[in-house]
């Protein structure tokens, strides 16, 4: 995941991995690294285990110390690992970020504590630098997660140069899911020089990298790496809108269902596992007519591109 | 806590109670079990523990745990309690809801799994049956923890029903704290005879009486309560719209500063205990500047009262 530049860590196409599950709703954690392999070898340059997308706070906090350490067993670098470690209790956020770096996997991915809404800049603040210094890890590196729709909170500009000045080094980068484009452009605007600003949907992914973005992390991935790799590899190219087109038009026929489950629904499919299509509750599967749907939906998508 | 009716087993006037804090942050679960004796000696028909004004999700749950073990160590009755156990994992829900009940603690407010948001009925059904299921108690008495601008989903109407049947005597009731009368109307009306229907706010406590709520779950009581004991004592009388309209101008005042950092500010000043200021992170002690102005209109709803 090592960027280009001297300062920028992460760049390019990174993976927001699925968790794949037993029946029993367990994690299948030899089945995650097998996927994180065969997305490094499509063209990732890394992978984000444990965000949104991997389901991270339907699991406990021990379940996801141990899916998280079977990876490097399994002959995943941790340098091309992040793993999402925030939570709404500051003590349990800065437990799984000591844990990542027990394990050599030095990005984090920080949601801010999402439980309460309305609150300040100097709550978020306090709650980040209780993080960071209950961590005391000069090798930590942390990525700000910006997914107010989940959240309800917000990383506000003066509360991201607040906490750069108080931790320059360690606050890394920003993914920023918010999936608004002006908001995003803003944000490479003002960080892209000083920060990697990973926009949180290949949609943008052109558009990003031209307004200061370092590369994407996104859920599609998990399906359409390839493309999506290409389409990096590609930027500044005059085949590259084509390819952006391509990949917008795949990421609009899945968004269009539940992100997750139909993420899952293809995965199942493509490879013959059935169990890939299990999700742990507040998610749902996708049910078979939805599933054939998505299937048709796709299948439009392709041969449009 | 115990109702008046056969089934009804929770209802009056139910403080929703602050978590006192160490400068370190650390609960301070003696003091705790200090302001609930102070909360039922004052009329309170119960507590609620480690809800949202407790700040229950800021906590780990080991210090959930040992909160709450403290108060039945401390004389406090474990019929007296209800204890917040919602969490976003399912597996975390059951292991507090489990512990509550091997104190003794029979009545849990759950929250629904509360980071995706618009998630389905199905899958919100399988984190609750997933939950009751694996609590396994027939002692068990969930209230329903309604309070969508804090979690992003809502139990609906046909989502409730369907858990009643299919957990009939295990489900008791809703705590409703959308803020929205219509709202909470609606569900008194539907289910007040089923349910012990809790609204979030005394401000509309004659109102969903008379609806057919069974009484309140509120925050306020922490700084108001023998005047909102008074007033459900006094339902039905002549004299109660008068003392609803006192409790209700205290309710506005306070609801003009951030919720529990104002009330932990009033129960310093009044206790002189000033390490009752504490909170975590992303709340904020009120500024200095900021409880002058909370003192100022609270005097000014005691003059109009």
Redesign the interface.
């Known amino acids: 995941m090592t960027g280009p530049a001297g300062r920028s860590s992460a760049s390019g196409v990174i993976a927001a991995a699925l968790t794949p599950m037993r029946d029993d709703l367990a994690a299948d954690a030899d089945l995650l690294a097998e996927h994180c392999r065969l997305l490094l070898n499509a063209g990732c340059s890394g992978i984000v285990v444990l965000g949104?997308t991997g389901e991270a706070?339907?699991?406990?906090?021990d379940?996801r110390e141990r899916i998280l350490a079977r990876l490097p067993d399994s002959g995943i670098a941790p340098a091309a690992l992040m793993v999402g470690t925030g939570c709404?209790?500051?003590?349990?956020a800065a437990?799984l970020t000591k844990h990542a770096l027990s394990l050599g996997v030095e990005r984090v991915l920080l949601l801010?504590?999402?439980?309460?809404?309305?609150?300040?800049d100097?709550?978020?603040f306090?709650?980040l630098a209780?993080t960071i210094e209950a961590v005391a890890d000069p090798r930590l590196r942390v990525y700000l997660y910006q997914i107010p729709?989940?959240t309800?909170?917000e990383f506000s500009v003066e509360l991201i140069e607040r906490l750069l000045r108080a931790y320059p080094g360690v606050i890394a980068g920003i993914k920023d899911s918010c999936g608004e484009w002006p908001a995003t452009q803003a944000l490479c605007a003002r960080f892209g020089e000083r920060l990697d600003v990973l926009v949180g949907s290949e949609r943008f992914l052109l558009r990003a990298l031209g307004a200061g973005a370092a590369g994407c992390v996104t859920a599609s991935a998990n399906v359409n790496a390839t493309a999506i790799a290409k389409l990096y590899a590609a930027r500044g190219d005059p085949a590259a809108p084509e390819l952006q087109s391509s990949v917008t038009a795949w990421r609009s026929a899945i968004e269009t269902f539940?992100l997750i489950a139909a993420l899952k629904e293809i995965v199942a499919r493509r490879s013959g596992i059935e169990r890939w299509r299990n999700v742990?509750?507040?998610?749902?599967p996708l049910p078979a007519r939805v599933a054939q749907a998505l299937d048709r939906r796709l299948q439009q998508a392709q041969a449009k591109a």
């Open positions: 949104t706070n339907s699991f406990t906090l379940e709404c209790a500051v003590s349990d437990r801010p504590p999402f439980y309460y809404r309305g609150v300040s100097d709550g978020l306090a709650a209780q729709q989940n309800g909170v539940p742990r509750p507040p998610l749902c």
